[in-house]
């Protein structure tokens, strides 16, 4: 399908609303000058436009298989991950000393953005070797490192995360996968994985897995797991591809949408592994790895939103129907409210997203734990409300075709069937927001409050060229601050009754802001009728969110089981 990169878009936030000169000002990020991030920007968007692009459909029309044991992807898929991995794309945030570039998780960020918005079903590929390689990085071995590092960042080899079993989804410590030791520092795996995102290809030398397990006598629940390192093929003494080890593909998931990604069922039968980290400690490993991941799957969210406001707006632009001044449906008041209202929405939701990225990248330049702070208060909202737009403005863009947005030919409702289950892995948006109001608001409210001190500052100053805008955002961010303060007195009960809206309504809040940044950055132009637009519109639902994150739990436990029957 056409597809534009918004490079435009990722200038403006990158530097006019997330402040990301603070990141160059560093010593570690110091070399990814505004030239040099806008020319890596126009290499992959080039690419995205030009080859990832027109493989959208056949993802959709050519799915992915299971013949004979191994996964055979969609027509040009091979060639696209090619031209990702000989691109340098897969891990441009990875540690040079194995082949990274070192750059910021914002560039790392619009990169995956754009990748999203041309074809999410390819790039869920390599977003899940990022993730492995963070996890590699900061848990494994030397060892490990040396054999793994080089070959998952060139995107010789891919990684995947391997959690779910058919008993234990969000639940992860009801797993039963086991670990034996071999006896020669190996482990033997066995167990069944299942919703393991591209768990196999035809394309790369080797995939990598990253498997949960219980060890022999370990405890129940999350504190007795431990993640091993398990590849499709065992390395020999050289580090290539070996013999293959006991591990297969049993099925491919039939799904809603995302039909070119290959979604396993893995069964591990005595495959040899590696542990990674300590014995016991899987989960604080692996949450480095889904941590990544979180970020990175709210950017799908966004990226197709892009994709699908691309392809709404073409269609409004040529689609004749009635009367109306520009002689197409752009021209109707209701189509031009949903066009607004798509392009409103992704720019808050990119906006959030790179904040954070903006937040990682100052944590692990400086070591500030406010910044850390900072990063980990912004990824549940960035993925919920991430995947949550892309959703959201997916359906609008079923909407602006009509008719035809039902009708497959089109394209319009793939977006739709494939963004959709963003919202459900990498933790659910209800665990998004269950966490943003627990864990979250553990330090007694103090990293949100630092961020709305943030939000009404600036909009006390904007007050003296964009009144009408800024007014609104600062007694949002004061409506929010009261509901921090009332979220922080009551109890867990309380607090997870209510999560889901008090996250919606704080992303509300945050995409004012950066929309008013936006606005002073470039007054009189699409950008500040766009922050007018938001701030008007789409800001006010704050006041029922927000309310109704004050009502607690009252009313809400005492519908009974017999009150839901149908």
């Not at 055979?72 to 340098?88: P, V």
């Not at 004749?320 to 209202?341: C, W």
Request: include cysteine; aromatic fraction near 6%; charge should be negative.
């Amino acid at each position: 399908m056409p597809f534009r990169a918004p490079l435009d878009d990722y200038r403006l936030i990158l530097n006019d609303v997330v402040d990301f000169a603070q990141v160059t000002a560093t010593d570690r990020f110091a070399e990814a000058t505004p030239d040099m991030v806008d020319a890596i920007l126009g290499e992959a968007g080039k690419m995205c436009e030009e080859v990832l692009a027109p493989l959208q459909r056949n993802g959709d029309t050519d799915p992915a298989r299971l013949e004979n044991g191994v996964v055979r992807t969609s027509r040009g898929f091979a060639e696209g991950y090619r031209a990702i991995a000989e691109g340098g794309w897969v891990a441009i945030a990875a540690d040079p000393e194995h082949g990274g570039m070192g750059l910021p998780m914002a560039v790392t960020t619009c990169v995956n953005d754009m990748m999203s918005a041309a074809c999410l079903a390819l790039q869920l590929n390599p977003l899940m070797t990022q993730g492995q390689i963070e996890a590699l990085e900061h848990h494994a071995s030397d060892e490990l490192k040396a054999i793994y590092l080089p070959k998952l960042v060139s995107g010789e080899w891919c990684g995947t995360m391997n959690l779910t079993e058919p008993q234990a989804g969000s639940d992860v410590g009801a797993l039963t996968s086991k670990a034996e030791p071999n006896g020669d520092g190996t482990y033997a795996i066995t167990g069944q994985k299942i919703y393991i995102s591209w768990g196999d290809n035809d394309f790369s030398g080797n995939v990598c897995h990253l498997v949960l397990a219980r060890l022999p006598g370990a405890a129940p629940g999350t504190k007795g797991i431990s993640l091993f390192l398990v590849p499709k093929f065992i390395p020999d003494a050289q580090g290539n591809p070996g013999v293959a080890n006991s591990l297969k593909v049993v099925s491919l998931e039939h799904k809603m949408g995302l039909h070119g990604s290959a979604t396993c069922v893995m069964a591990y039968e005595g495959a040899t592994g590696w542990l990674v980290g300590e014995q016991h400690d899987g989960m604080r490993a692996m949450f480095t790895m889904m941590n990544n991941a979180r970020l990175g799957v709210g950017v799908q969210g966004i990226g197709v939103a892009e994709g699908a406001y691309q392809h709404a707006l073409a269609y409004a632009q040529d689609r004749k129907q009635g009367r109306s001044p520009e002689g197409t449906i752009i021209g109707h008041a209701d189509v031009r409210r949903m066009l607004a209202t798509m392009k409103a929405e992704t720019f808050a939701a990119r906006a959030i997203a790179l904040s954070l990225a903006v937040s990682i990248d100052m944590g692990n330049a400086t070591d500030d734990p406010e910044w850390k702070a900072r990063a980990a208060l912004l990824t549940p909202i960035a993925k919920a409300f991430g995947t949550d737009t892309g959703i959201d403005v997916a359906s609008l863009g079923v909407q602006v075709h009509g008719g035809m947005g039902y009708v497959e030919e089109t394209g319009a409702a793939q977006y739709l069937r494939d963004v959709r289950v963003t919202a459900i892995y990498e933790g659910t948006n209800g665990i998004q927001a269950m966490d943003l109001v627990g864990r979250k608001l553990m330090d007694g409210g103090e990293a949100a409050f630092r961020l709305l001190d943030e939000i009404e500052s600036f909009a006390e100053t904007a007050r003296a060229t964009h009144p009408a805008l800024a007014e609104p955002v600062w007694q949002a961010a004061e409506t929010l601050r009261e509901t921090v303060e009332a979220l922080v007195a009551s109890d867990m009960a309380d607090r997870f009754a209510v999560a889901v809206p008090f996250l919606r309504g704080f992303a509300r809040v945050l995409g004012a802001h950066f929309h008013l940044r936006a606005a002073v950055a470039r007054p009189d132009s699409a950008a500040s009728r766009l922050a007018a637009f938001y701030i008007t519109r789409l800001l006010p639902e704050h006041v029922g969110l927000l309310a109704h994150a004050r009502a607690g739990s009252d009313g809400l436990m005492e519908i009974t089981p017999d009150d839901l029957a149908a």
